[in-house]
Structure formats: structure tokens, C-alpha cells
């Protein structure tokens, strides 16, 4: 009889407590944006925090990797002579350090986000796309020449999701040895 794989079952619970820490804490996130959407926005949608190259490397921790120009800039007048920080984190990068990351990367909590045009209010869309409203306008009026069309941008926190697993679990089970 073949030994059972430890180290393989202990990844694997591991990965369940995973899974089941997080749907409570989307349970939980979701409760407290029922009771005051505004607190629990206003807590999400703050400021990035700079971290320093420790934080940044984190094992489970989501990182900001791609902060603005005029961040960086700022940061590094700050402080001239230390150590440049280039990454930062926010709440909800902190709360995914709870519960893992999927084999790609992806953390297991997720903000849903309305996605507005500045004109047209709340769009079906990706942010960056231009609006499809602003498309659709009607091409006929002389005015609509001088119209920009706009992009996408986030709008207001609608509350929060488990992050899919089956589109981030990467197949790295490979085929059985065959062994008899
Ligand atoms: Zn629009």
C-alpha cells in the first residue's frame, strides 16, 4: 500500500480553510456594507499606503505594483536619501492576506465596483473602455462634433464577491505516474 502524500494533503486542507475563511469574510465585509455602505466605502477607497521591499514581497499580501507618477514622485521627496519606495497597500489587499493566493496570483477576495461614465452615470463596461452611451449619442446634432467621448472610470463600492476559483487555479495536475 502507498504511503499517503502528507505533504500534498496539508496543502490541500490547507487550501479548504482557505476557502471557507474567506466566504466569511465576504459574509461578514457584505454585513457591514449593508449597515453603512458609506463607512465601509470610504474604508476601501482610501489612500494606497507606501510599503516598504519587505511588505511589497509578502507571500499572501496584495500589493499596489504600479503606483501613479505624482505618488512616486511625492514619495521620493519625501524622503531624498532613503530607501525609494515603489509599491503600496490598501484594505482590501491587506484582508486577501488572510486567505491565500490562487496558484496565479489572485487573491480570494474581491470589491465590486460600479463602472461610470462622467456624463452618462453608471455603464456596462471594463474601466478604460469609452462609454458606450457616449458612442450611441446621437451622430445627427451639429453639436455632437465638439463631444468627447469618455472612459470608463471606477464608480461607487456595491459590495463585495469571492474571486471565481476556477478561472485562477492553475492545472498543475499532471498526469497519474501509471504505475500498476
Ligand atoms: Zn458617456
Redesign the pocket.
Known amino acids: 500500500m502507498e504511503a499517503p502524500d502528507f505533504a500534498k494533503l496539508i496543502t490541500e486542507s490547507a487550501e479548504i480553510l482557505n476557502e471557507a475563511i474567506a466566504d466569511r469574510m465576504v459574509e461578514v465585509l457584505n454585513e457591514a456594507y449593508r449597515l453603512d455602505p458609506e463607512c465601509i466605502a470610504q474604508l476601501m477607497d482610501g489612500p494606497i499606503v507606501p510599503c516598504n521591499a519587505e511588505l511589497a514581497d509578502h507571500s499572501t499580501i496584495q500589493i499596489w505594483d504600479h503606483l501613479d507618477l505624482a505618488t512616486l514622485e511625492r514619495l521620493a521627496d519625501q524622503n531624498p536619501d532613503g530607501e525609494s519606495k515603489t509599491a503600496g497597500v490598501r484594505v482590501l489587499g491587506l484582508l486577501n492576506g488572510f486567505t491565500g493566493k490562487y496558484p496565479d496570483g489572485y487573491g480570494r477576495i474581491a470589491a465590486s465596483y460600479e463602472v461610470d461614465?462622467?456624463?452618462?452615470?453608471s455603464?456596462d463596461g471594463i474601466v478604460g473602455d469609452?462609454?458606450?452611451?457616449?458612442?450611441a449619442?446621437n451622430p445627427q446634432k451639429d453639436d455632437e462634433d465638439t463631444v468627447e467621448?469618455?472612459e470608463?472610470i471606477l464608480g461607487k463600492l456595491l459590495g463585495f464577491a469571492r474571486v471565481d476559483a476556477s478561472k485562477h487555479q492553475v492545472s498543475a495536475q499532471g498526469p497519474d505516474s501509471g504505475n500498476p
Do not use: E, F, K, S
Request: with cysteine.
Open positions: 461614465c462622467p456624463v452618462h452615470g455603464q469609452i462609454c458606450p452611451a457616449c458612442i449619442r467621448d469618455h470608463l
